[in-house]
T-cell receptor, first 117, second 111 residues
Framework: NAGVTQTPKFQVLKTGQSMTLQCAQD?????MSWYRQDPGMGLRLIHY???????DQGEVPNGYNVSRSTTEDFPLRLLSAAPSQTSVYFC????????????????FGPGTRLLVL | DAKTTQPPSMDCAEGRAANLPCNHS???????VYWYRQIHSQGPQYIIH???NNETNEMASLIITEDRKSSTLILPHATLRDTAVYYC????????????FGTGTRLTVIP
C-alpha cells in the first residue's frame, strides 16, 4: 500500500491564481481530511469528509473548496490564492475504528508546501 | 479551543527515557488521549492512544492518571530519530474523527 499520497510536493502561485491540491489513499478509508500548518503552529482542520459525496467544514474553511466523488480521492481547491494561504497542507485518512484499527488512527500524507506571492 | 496543555520544549539524553507530560483537566468520560509526533515537517505519525488504562506498544508507553486529568508519554530509550514535535490530543473515538492540534512539545534528543 502506498498509504496517503499528495501532489504536488511544492507549488508557487501568484495572488489570484487557482489550483487543486491532490490527495489519494489506497486503504479504503471512509474518512479523509485536509489540514494546514503555518510556521511554528499546530495543524488546523480545513475540510473533512466522512465518505464519498459527504463533506463538511473544519476550523479554517474560507478560501477552500472540496469534493469527494470517490472513496480514494479528496482534492482541495484554492479558488483565488492569497498570501495568507502560504502554508504546508496535509491530507489524512482513517477508518472508523474497525476491528484491528485502533479507534480510527489517522494516517497523514507527506504534505504540499505552498507559497503564494 | 485547546483541550490540552504541554510544555513547549524538552531535552533528553540519548538512551535515556523521555517523559512527556500533558494536562487535559477538562477531558470527558468518552474522550480518548491520543499522541502523535511530527518529525521535521513530515506528516504527523500516530504513536499511541488510551482511555483510562495504561497502554504500551512498540513505540511508547502511555500513563494516564486515575482521574484522567493528565497523562505522560514515555519513550523508554530515546534515540536521535525521536527528535520531533509531540502532540497530545483528546477526542472521542470514531465519528468525524477530527483532530485538534495544539503547538505540542518539541523534544530534542541530545547525543
Amino acid at each position: 500500500n502506498a498509504g496517503v499520497t499528495q501532489t504536488p510536493k511544492f507549488q508557487v502561485l501568484k495572488t489570484g491564481q487557482s489550483m487543486t491540491l491532490q490527495c489519494a489513499q489506497d486503504m479504503n478509508h471512509e474518512y479523509m481530511s485536509w489540514y494546514r500548518q503555518d510556521p511554528g503552529m499546530g495543524l488546523r482542520l480545513i475540510h473533512y469528509s466522512v465518505g464519498a459525496g459527504i463533506t463538511d467544514q473544519g476550523e479554517v474553511p474560507n478560501g477552500y473548496n472540496v469534493s469527494r466523488s470517490t472513496t480514494e480521492d479528496f482534492p482541495l481547491r484554492l479558488l483565488s490564492a492569497a498570501p495568507s494561504q502560504t502554508s504546508v497542507y496535509f491530507c489524512a485518512s482513517s477508518s472508523y475504528g474497525l476491528a484491528g484499527d485502533p479507534q480510527g488512527t489517522q494516517y497523514f500524507g507527506p504534505g504540499t508546501r505552498l507559497l503564494v506571492l | 479551543d485547546a483541550k490540552t496543555t504541554q510544555p513547549p520544549s524538552m531535552d533528553c539524553a540519548e538512551g535515556r527515557a523521555a517523559n512527556l507530560p500533558c494536562n487535559h483537566s477538562t477531558i470527558s468520560g468518552n474522550e480518548y488521549v491520543y499522541w502523535y509526533r511530527q518529525i521535521h515537517s513530515q506528516g504527523p505519525q500516530y504513536i499511541i492512544h488510551g482511555l483510562k488504562n495504561n497502554e504500551t506498544n512498540e513505540m511508547a508507553s502511555l500513563i494516564i492518571t486515575e482521574d484522567r486529568k493528565s497523562s505522560t508519554l514515555i519513550l523508554p530509550h530515546a534515540t536521535l530519530r525521536d527528535t520531533a514535535v509531540y502532540y497530545c490530543i483528546v477526542r472521542v473515538a470514531g465519528g468525524a474523527n477530527n483532530l485538534f492540534f495544539g503547538t505540542g512539545t518539541r523534544l530534542t534528543v541530545i547525543p
